[in-house]
């Protein structure tokens, strides 16, 4: 079946611009993970959604950054005034449920943003 | 707060040697411990994946074992391939499944 996709894959903006990140999970999966992921370091959590609420939006860095999970499927990560420090790759990735031992996350393939 | 501390690279083997990247974790709570790979030009995938202390993790000849009492989860092969070249990623994930990652450890096997 169809992995977790992302669009763009790649996005280059202007500092200021706002900008649209999507994901499209696995389908059935109720858990979506948004991580960041600058060169060099591992993927920094962000965000995650069970169902259409957001259950842990502890790892948003500021409130530039706010994603949106209306019916439960596709997610939108939403960066505003961008600045040249957000320049990384956005990593999506969903689970069948959220937590549980071992639960195994899926992930996309990145959306690489650069702010110019 | 929970963090992940991975053996810094680049690692160089030639092929069939003997395969070790080092991972500590430090965590609240009971995590769940996992590797995740990276290939070039490819996305995260699990590697491998120990749920409780003393469970081993096992998939393509690579074996990882969550060790309470070092709070340590090492990646180990015994004999590496040229198509193992990739980038390994040590992560933790907590009761909810928010995962802390380690910053990776890039792997190259030579012919």
């Known amino acids: 079946g169809a992995g977790v996709s992302q669009t763009p894959s790649n996005k280059v903006t202007e500092k200021g611009k706002y900008v649209e990140l999507r994901c499209d999970p696995i389908?059935?999966?109720?858990?979506l993970y948004w991580y960041r992921q600058s060169l060099g370091q591992g993927p920094e959590f962000l965000i995650y959604f069970q169902g259409t609420g957001a259950a842990d939006d502890s790892g948003l860095p500021n409130d530039r950054f706010f994603a949106v999970r209306p019916e439960g499927s596709v997610s939108t990560l939403k960066i505003q005034r961008t600045e040249r420090g957000d320049s990384a790759v956005y990593l999506c990735a969903s689970s069948p449920r959220a937590g549980g031992p071992g639960n195994e996350q899926f992930f996309g393939p990145g959306t690489r943003l650069t702010v110019l | 707060g929970d963090s992940v501390t991975q053996m810094e690279g680049p690692v160089t083997l030639s092929e069939e040697a003997f395969l070790t990247i080092n991972c500590t974790y430090t965590?609240?709570?009971?995590?769940?411990l996992f590797w995740y790979v990276q290939y070039p030009g490819e996305g995260l995938q699990l590697l491998l994946k120990a749920t409780k202390a003393d469970d081993k993790g096992s998939n393509k000849g690579f074996e990882a074992t969550y060790r309470k009492e070092t709070t340590s989860f090492h990646l180990e092969k015994g004999s590496v391939q040229v198509s193992d070249s990739a980038v390994y990623f040590c992560a933790l994930s907590d009761n909810a499944g928010k995962s802390t990652f380690g910053d990776g450890t890039t792997l190259t096997v030579k012919p």
């Open positions: 965590a609240t709570g009971y995590p769940s």
């Open positions: 389908s059935g999966h109720t858990a």
